[in-house]
């Protein structure tokens, strides 16, 4: 490990790992003229209040439609722990359930254990909603694949 005072260089990183100024992703072509999103809330939280909740990186093991419901994709999740998570998540409108096995994603993993179509589900993995005129959009917090499950966010 590096000292965090140690003069930054980038001469020792491969080419795909320096960061160029111009914009070459397609994320720089999106335009968000036509986005809302929700006002922020007014209510503080403490940081106290704050900080009891744990956010972990987590690895979708599989992921699969829960019968009798559109909405519900039931997530089975390494959590880091070496106990496979389930967690249900109401957004089967903006994924099948194939293409997010494999991904790592955010949750937050101390919520109260919740029953949902007779299924415990055990945290919340954390989405961002917009909405573009009439029409919601929700995209899952997905991460570098690189962030091992279990890993703590601060």
């Not at 992921?63 to 519900?72: F, G, H, I, T, Y």
């Not at 389930?86 to 919520?111: D, F, Q």
């Amino acid at each position: 490990m590096k000292p965090l005072d140690a003069p930054k260089t980038t001469d020792s990183l491969p080419l795909e790992g320096k960061v160029s100024a111009q914009p070459t992703d397609e994320v720089d072509k999106i335009d968000f003229s036509n986005v809302v999103v929700e006002p922020l809330f007014a209510d503080t939280v403490d940081f106290e209040t704050f900080s009891r909740s744990d956010f972990r990186a987590v690895k979708v093991l599989s992921c699969e439609a829960v019968k009798k419901s559109k909405k519900l994709l039931k997530f089975t999740l390494d959590d880091g722990s070496g106990t496979e998570r389930v967690i249900l998540s109401g957004i089967h409108a903006y994924y099948e359930p194939e293409e997010l096995v494999g991904k790592t994603c955010i949750a937050i993993t101390n919520l109260p254990p919740r029953a949902m179509m007779g299924i415990e589900s055990c945290g919340m993995l954390i989405s961002a909603v917009h909405h573009e005129g009439e029409d919601e959009k929700l995209h899952l917090l997905m991460v570098d694949p690189h962030i091992p499950a279990g890993a703590k966010l601060y």
